[in-house]
């Protein structure tokens, strides 16, 4: 599942990054005896003050499982 973590410095970041990766589980499939066949999603939501106005960013990047062999690399 999804679980959001308070960073505030890189340390805190790279710690969190360890933790997902961790997590991952990972299967061959019948295809593919290397493919992870695991899905990941990083959520990154910045919050601040702008001028003395606050504000937040999201950014979602996403990692399918298999995805890369639609693509061709050159």
């Not at 679980?3 to 990054?17: F, I």
């Not at 997902?20 to 992870?36: K, P, V």
């Not at 106005?53 to 995805?67: C, E, I, K, M, Q």
């Amino acid at each position: 599942g999804l679980v959001w973590r308070a960073v505030t410095c890189a340390e805190d970041v790279s710690a969190v990054l360890r933790e997902g990766w961790r997590a991952r589980a990972t299967a061959a499939t019948a295809l593919n005896a290397s493919s992870s066949r695991s899905h990941a999603l990083l959520c990154v939501k910045v919050k601040g003050v702008r001028e003395g106005r606050p504000f937040s960013s999201l950014l979602h990047l996403v990692d399918l499982a298999g995805a890369c062999g639609w693509c061709v690399w050159t």
